[in-house]
């Protein structure tokens, strides 16, 4: 726990995710984890974007270090979040990781070409998707260096 | 009349009429009168010797010298004057009349020989030519004769014949027969002269002479003539050797005789002529006829023929309409104004008999002509055409519609058209059925990736939840909780390798890619690649003869069908480490290979069901699977248009072949790809 000793101000991190059950399932995986965090859920690309430009009842939500994101959300989907966030020049250096279930090459593609940061598919056992999830904690919060807030 | 200057002397002053004048002659001019001598007397008397008017000559009388010349003696000389004269007028009249007779027995023998000749009409020319020169000879008291003709130019004459005496005397053998008319000596004077000539006396010396040969009949008078037809000489005839001088009854006679011969011969030539001109003609009528039966024949045997040639036309014909009438469809001949011209059986049993009404009328029952009508196109074009045309009952017509020239020259339109409706019926229904197919596929394919895609997210939520209860409360409650989460966890993770192996299944038909041309052995190293670990384990030993280094495919998938062929050989082997040999055969229009291994094998009655999805031959528990993997085989074979099949026994071993074609790779068709989970808006992500 060096960095919570170094830095005890908890990492905020992002879930957009409409699924209770993968919410919940993320949620038991980081809290397991090593890093002291602040998981805040959202359940589409609409409340995402109200969530990051903190309007509506987002207005006082704190800015995100790291946004995880599902592809097929109700209203505006992950593709479509995914785009406004990069092209929004006060967003887009917001570290965003596709979590998705979806293994589809153009999926894939598309993530990266609007500057997906990681694509991370949702393994179907629960250990290994508590792996994958310690994986991108460990990677994001402890070995790069994410722009100064 | 008595010349008196002819008389003599004592004659001179001889009286006229019938006076009679005496006289008295001086002693000088009565030298040499044979009365002088005899009577001295001076005084003579000297009458006329006359009868009517012709005088006779004189009488003179010498007168005694004591007699006077009286009256009376005067009288009695008139007298006897009288009688002499009258005598010698009787001694003519009696020499005339047997002149006449003479003549007149000779005209009548020439009459009679001319007669002999025109009744000779059997005889020869010859025959008659002899003849006529025997008469010539007999008629004019000649002893020999003979007879030449001339040739056209009157240049050459040709003796044609001697008389039997002639032939009889001469002694030349050899005959000249040809003499050319410049040659001949006094015997053509008559052609030259272009008349008859008489020679009294042939020995006399004769400048036109040039001698006849030695042998030659002695000739003492002659005489010949030209015979004439018109103005041409065709002939001479001559004679001979008459005891009496010749003369011109001679001549006539000879004359008459020869023209008589040569009218003869020349009606006979013309009757020859007549007769060769009458063969000829026969003959040629002959021809003619002979000619004419046979164009007769020849025209009968055409008329035959030409009669067989109809019946068979008629018969051709016939079954020409029977075929009409047999063929399917219907046919018909359509004049530009839509009548029908022609009909056949087939159209008269579809439509009834069309009864002059027009074509629409008669087959749809229309009152105007079918608006999608384009019968009558090849018309404008001269192009025949083929088009569908449903009728109103809905009956499907596959049309044929060309120009066609009718017997005088007009334009018509023949249509051949067959009820296609149930082909057609059974072609939509087939294109339907296809079409469904078609779509029933790809929607399977679909729902295959759509569902396993979809059934990921809540067999993950409960793989993972139950995996969470299994984790947290093991062992805190019951044996029986545990053993139903165990159950639970078992059946969540082989609902989830199902739905794994159905994607790939389904990614089978979306994902291929364009064939190209692929080296199997590289193929095959790439699939012992993947399989390293397996073959490791089992100790498996393969064996791969040299492969095809190009074929058509999709080398991915290639690998994988390899990759699941010998997969299976592994899996499914007996006690022994198992062996497998993979091998390959060019088969002319495609390769097949082959995977033989020495494992279980399995029941032929099998054979066809191990290659559908989700079939299994062997209890889980000993031989893990989904039953994914031949039938995975076997759609990749399939979209490369091969064929794949097993050999096998129980417990022998099995041998799976499959085929790759040499043209034809797989469909070239765009490369498929799974649906995305989004498919599916409600879907979870």
Redesign the interface.
């Known amino acids: 726990m060096d960095r919570l000793v170094e830095n005890p101000k908890p990492v905020q991190i992002l879930l957009v995710e409409d699924s209770p059950g993968d919410v919940r399932l993320t949620m038991e995986a980081l809290r397991e984890g090593k890093i002291c965090n602040n998981l805040f859920v959202v359940r589409d690309g609409v409340e995402a974007l109200e969530f990051l430009r903190q309007q509506g009842e987002h207005a006082q939500a704190p800015r995100p270090d790291l946004i995880l994101l599902d592809l097929n959300l109700p209203r505006m989907d992950g593709r479509e979040l995914l785009a406004e966030i990069k092209g929004d020049a006060a967003l887009q250096q917001i570290p965003v990781v596709i979590l998705t279930t979806s293994k589809a090459e153009q999926d894939i593609m598309r993530a990266y070409s609007l500057h997906a940061n990681a694509y991370v598919t949702k393994p179907v056992g629960l250990d290994q998707f508590a792996e994958v999830i310690d994986a991108i904690e460990d990677f994001w919060f402890t070995i790069v260096m994410l722009p100064p807030r | 009349m008595i010349r008196r200057q002819t008389l003599p002397p004592c004659a001179r002053p001889a009286p006229d009429g019938r006076d009679v004048l005496v006289w008295v002659a001086d002693a000088d001019g009565c030298a040499g009168c044979p009365l002088a001598g005899a009577n001295p007397c001076p005084t003579r008397m000297t009458v006329t010797l006359a009868h009517e008017e012709r005088d006779y000559g004189l009488l003179c009388v010498c007168l005694a010298p004591e007699t006077e010349a009286a009256a009376e003696e005067q009288e009695l000389l008139l007298e006897l004057a009288g009688d002499i004269a009258l005598g010698l007028h009787m001694r003519e009249l009696a020499e005339a009349e047997s002149e006449a007779q003479r003549s007149l027995a000779l005209e009548r023998d020439r009459l009679a020989a001319l007669h002999r000749l025109s009744e000779m009409s059997e005889a020869s020319l010859n025959q008659l030519t002899d003849f006529a020169l025997e008469e010539a000879v007999r008629l004019t008291g000649s002893t020999i004769g003979y007879l030449a003709f001339m040739n056209e130019d009157e240049s050459i004459l040709t003796m044609h014949s001697w008389s039997k005496s002639a032939m009889a005397e001469c002694a030349i053998i050899d005959k000249p027969i040809v003499y050319p008319v410049v040659s001949t000596g006094l015997w053509g004077e008559a052609v030259r002269q272009r008349q008859p000539v008489i020679t009294n006396d042939y020995q006399a010396p004769n400048p036109q002479k040039k001698g006849y040969p030695a042998g030659h009949v002695h000739v003492a008078r002659h005489m010949n003539i030209p015979v004439f037809d018109g103005e041409q000489i065709v002939a001479v005839a001559g004679v001979g050797n008459k005891e009496e001088p010749y003369d011109d009854r001679d001549v006539v006679q000879l004359q008459l005789l020869m023209q008589g011969m040569w009218r003869l011969i020349q009606r006979r030539s013309y009757l020859t002529e007549l007769q060769a001109l009458n063969e000829d003609l026969e003959a040629r009528v002959q021809t003619r006829t002979a000619e004419l039966a046979e164009a007769n024949e020849q025209l009968t045997s055409e008329m035959a023929q030409r009669a067989r040639a109809q019946e068979q036309t008629a018969a051709e014909r016939a079954r020409l309409f029977n075929v009409l009438g047999m063929l399917p469809g219907y046919t018909c001949l359509l004049t530009p104004e839509r009548d029908l011209a022609y009909v056949n059986q087939g159209f008269v049993e579809l439509f009834g008999e069309p009864g002059g009404r027009k074509c629409y009328q008669a087959m749809f029952g229309r009152r105007e002509p079918c608006p999608n009508c384009r019968s009558f196109e090849p018309l404008t074009t001269g192009e025949p055409i083929m088009w569908e045309q449903t009728s109103p009952a809905g009956a499907v017509f596959e049309m044929y519609n060309s120009g066609f020239t009718d017997l005088d020259g007009t334009q018509l339109i023949l249509e051949f058209a067959l009820d296609i409706t149930e082909r057609h019926d059974a072609q939509e229904a087939l294109g339907e059925a296809l079409a469904d197919l078609q779509r029933s596929n790809a929607e399977l394919e679909q729902f295959a990736s759509v569902a396993s895609?979809d059934l990921?997210?809540p067999?993950?939520?409960v793989?993972?939840?139950v995996?969470?209860l299994a984790?947290r409360y093991q062992g805190q409650l019951d044996a029986d909780a545990d053993e139903f989460i165990g159950y639970a966890v078992d059946g969540a993770g082989r609902m989830?390798r199902l739905i794994q192996d159905l994607l790939t299944y389904s990614r089978v038909g979306t994902r291929g890619r364009a064939p190209e041309p692929t080296d199997c052995n590289a193929v095959v190293q790439e699939a012992l690649g993947n399989l390293q670990a397996a073959i490791e384990d089992s100790a498996a030993e393969i064996i791969c003869d040299p492969l095809p280094e190009e074929v058509m495919a999709d080398g991915g998938q290639l690998v994988q069908l390899f990759q699941n062929l010998v997969g299976n050989a592994i899996k499914f082997r007996g006690e022994a480490p198992p062996q497998v040999r993979i091998t390959a055969a060019d088969q002319g229009p495609e390769w097949q290979f082959c995977v033989a291994d020495s494992g279980i094998g399995l029941d032929m009655a099998y054979a066809e069901r191990i290659f559908t999805i989700f079939q299994r031959l062997n209890p889980r528990e000993d031989y893990p699977g989904t039953g994914i993997g031949l039938a995975v085989c076997h759609k990749i074979v399939e979209r490369h248009h091969g064929r794949i099949w097993v050999e096998s026994a129980p417990g022998r071993g099995a041998k799976f072949t499959f085929t790759l074609p040499k043209e034809r790779g797989h469909d070239d068709g765009p490369i498929g790809?799974?649906p995305?989970?989004?498919a599916n808006p409600a879907?979870?992500?």
Request: hydrophobic share 20%; charged share 30%; glycine share 14%.
């Open positions: 895609h990921q997210e067999l993950r939520m793989s993972s939840y995996q969470l984790k989830s790809r799974e995305e989970a989004s879907g979870g992500g």
